[in-house]
């Protein structure tokens, strides 16, 4: 890398007869361009400052102000910055999906989850917070702003020139070696745990996103049915209304029928009356308005699980990114107990003053010349108390992250045996429901209309059969609607927050 040092207002054969001195110290740099940039600003504001302030300094003496400020600045430079840091500390890699695949059966939702990505407004907020802190980290490794004085003789022995009579000096302070490579590590680690916080709300509102479009097409699935129910119950109707003209029937069956119609009726409306909120909490997730429409699938389908618990625990534990986040922060802990342990060593500045020649008792020497001075500073810790307690802080900021881990670790695994235990359950409803109630319900309802053609069954019990189908149909999509939900939490537990971005429907 090539770096270039520009001195405005400079003589140009001055200048070329030092091009070999700063190249060479300018390779002592690290390969950063933020350093280079900082030292570049120093010198060049010391050398404008010089001429600024000292136009009766001789020109054969400005070269020698210049060798001296680099001899002075470039090696503390060096020190102070550390070991430089050319990439952020970034977690473990992406684990590769797992070979169990499960696909989407619903390609109605594909665009939405690719809309949630780009239009919801948390994770817009959480983007442009990671963003931000990113650009803490350049700012952690800048060294404090150089220190400059000005001093000018009111009374001097022998007056001459008012340029002369001033005193300028400007001080550098640099911390301890390896200190601002530290803070930066420390703010990559921040910024780090701010991006895995990003994906852990990710995946939540993808989780919840999923459900809440689930929950509307089972509502749809259940209007549907409620209505091909009332289309039978208006058939049982018409049968009712001949017998009763046919005077084998009673006007109660009649009433009963009707009664029966209006309950049904009153059942659908309180299903559309649920979808408006739930549309308003879908479009909510896009950033959409409330009633726009949501575009839904006609039937629901069983989802079977992708692997065995041992492998969704397994895979689960090493891609949740509460782990990531929680890795993140055990490095920030461990750059603030190296700054600690910094901080308690001596911090120190180096300096240069000019004296004019009738700065003082300069004036008294009327041969004297301008006077060229190096300074040092140290800042010397001696009350240690605060860096051995920042020390024990952090040893107990690790303690309590270690607490964390277990404790995240435990309500995950928690909460994939609730999944797993509610996928089960609904697997074993559907059976029941699919394979035993649903086809012998519609079979005793066919033989109880027969049976009631010809006067051998009382009315109630062909309406009482007639409800417990309605009953277990929407018991089905009950189930299938939380079968569904339950493998949309376990996706979310054992999906990595990049394949959510990558895919549709991500991968196991």
């Known amino acids: ?22 190249r060479t110290g300018s390779r002592m740099l690290p390969e950063s361009s933020t350093a280079m940039r900082s030292f570049n600003r120093t010198l060049t504001s010391l050398i404008t400052w010089q001429q600024r302030l000292f136009p009766a300094i001789l020109p054969s003496a400005r070269p020698l102000l210049r060798r001296l400020l680099m001899l002075v600045l470039l090696p503390a430079f060096v020190a ?58 350049p700012q952690a490794g800048v060294l404090p ?9 009111l009374n001097p022995m022998d007056a001459g020139s008012v340029a002369g009579r001033f005193s300028v ?80 029937a009673g006007q109660a069956d009649l009433l009963r029928i009707q009664m029966e119609q209006e309950r049904i009726r009153t059942r659908i409306a309180a299903l559309k009356d649920r979808k408006t909120p739930l549309t308003a909490r879908f ?3 896009l950033n959409r308005d409330a009633g726009a429409g949501v575009s839904l699938s006609a039937e629901l389908a069983a989802r079977p699980l992708p692997a065995d618990a041992g492998a969704l625990r397994e895979r689960m534990l090493a891609v949740r990114p509460e782990f990531y986040e929680l890795d993140a922060r055990r490095r920030m802990i461990r750059e603030d ?15 240069l003053e000019v004296m004019g020649r009738d700065f003082g008792p300069m004036s008294m020497n009327p041969d004297m010349k301008e006077s060229f001075i190096a300074m040092a500073s140290i800042r010397l810790p001696i009350y240690r108390s605060q860096y051995s307690a920042r020390r024990e802080q952090s040893a107990e900021a690790m303690r309590s992250l270690e607490y964390r881990r277990e404790s995240t ?100």
């Open 1 to 22: 890398m090539t770096y270039s040092l520009d001195f405005p207002n400079h003589n140009p054969d001055i200048m070329n007869s030092e091009t070999t001195f700063i």
């Open 80 to 137: 102070a910055m550390g070991t430089p840091q050319t990439a952020a500390a970034q977690p473990a890699g992406n684990p590769a999906p797992d070979a169990h695949i499960v696909p989407n059966p619903y390609p109605e939702l594909d665009e939405y989850l690719n809309l949630l990505l780009e239009k919801n407004p948390e994770l817009g907020e959480y983007r442009h917070r990671y963003r931000s802190e990113r650009q803490i980290i």
């Open 145 to 153: 702003d150089p220190e400059l004085n000005i001093a000018f003789d």
């Open 169 to 248: 000096s400007a001080m550098q302070m640099f911390p301890w070696f390896g200190t601002l490579s530290s803070r930066q590590d420390q703010q990559r680690a921040s910024a780090e745990a701010t991006r895995q916080q990003m994906n852990s709300r990710q995946l939540a509102l993808w989780r919840e996103m999923q459900s809440v479009w689930m929950e509307l097409a089972g509502l749809a699935r259940a209007i549907d049915i409620a209505e091909e129910n009332l289309e039978l119950v208006g058939d049982l109707e018409r049968q009712v209304q001949v017998r009763y003209e046919g005077a084998r």
């Open 283 to 285: 479009n909510s997730y």
């Open 337 to 351: 107990e190296v700054q600690a342990r910094l901080a308690g060593r001596p911090q120190f500045g180096l300096g």
């Open 409 to 508: 670790e435990n309500r995950l695994v928690t909460e994939l045996e609730e999944v797993l235990e509610s996928w089960r359950d609904t697997e074993r409803t559907l059976t029941l429901l699919e394979e035993e109630l649903l086809p012998r319900s519609v079979q005793a309802l066919e033989i109880l209309r027969e049976s009631y053609a010809t006067g051998a069954v009382r009315f109630d019990e062909l309406l009482q059969m007639q409800r417990e189908l309605l009953d277990l149909e929407l018991e089905r999509v009950d189930a299938l609607v939380a079968q569904n939900q339950a493998v949309i939490r376990l996706q979310s537990l054992i999906t990595h927050p990049s394949e959510t971005e990558t895919a549709n429907q991500p991968g196991f």
